[in-house]
C-alpha cells in the first residue's frame, strides 16, 4: 500500500508561483509513474503533467512553459513547479502513483491552489 500526500498549495496572485510537492510512503516509489491532475470547480479532472518512472515528461498544453514536473527518488517524493500561474489554474491538485506492470494505482487527496487576481 502506498499513501500518497499533497503540500504546498495555497493562495498566490495571478503570476505569482507555487511548488507542489508529493510525497509517498513505500520503499518502491522509483517504480511508480507519477501524475499530476487538477479539478477545478463545476469541471472534470485533467491531466496535468506526468513524470514516468524513467524520468520522462509530458505535459498539458494549457501548462505547457510554465510548469515542471520533477521527482526525487531518495525523498519519496514529486513535486509540480508552477510559475506564471493564471486565474483558471485554480483548482485541486491531486498526485496519482501508477504502475501497470505491478497493477497498483493510487492517488492523494489532493491540496487547493487559489489563484486571485
Known amino acids: 500500500q502506498v499513501q500518497l500526500v499533497e503540500s504546498g498549495g495555497g493562495l498566490v496572485q495571478a503570476g505569482g508561483s507555487l511548488r507542489l510537492s508529493c510525497a509517498a510512503s513505500g520503499s518502491i516509489f522509483s517504480m511508480f509513474h507519477m501524475t499530476w491532475y487538477r479539478q477545478a470547480p463545476g469541471k472534470q479532472r485533467e491531466q496535468v503533467a506526468i513524470?514516468?518512472?524513467?524520468?520522462?515528461?509530458n505535459y498539458a498544453d494549457s501548462v505547457k512553459g510554465r510548469f515542471t514536473i520533477s521527482r526525487d527518488n531518495a525523498k519519496n517524493t514529486v513535486y509540480l513547479q508552477m510559475n506564471n500561474l493564471k486565474l483558471e489554474y485554480t483548482a485541486v491538485y491531486s498526485c496519482?502513483?501508477?504502475?501497470?506492470?505491478?497493477?497498483?494505482?493510487?492517488w492523494g487527496k489532493g491540496t487547493l491552489v487559489t489563484v486571485s487576481s
Open positions: 513524470i514516468t518512472s524513467g524520468g520522462g515528461t
Open positions: 496519482r502513483a501508477h504502475q501497470t506492470a505491478l497493477m497498483r494505482d493510487y
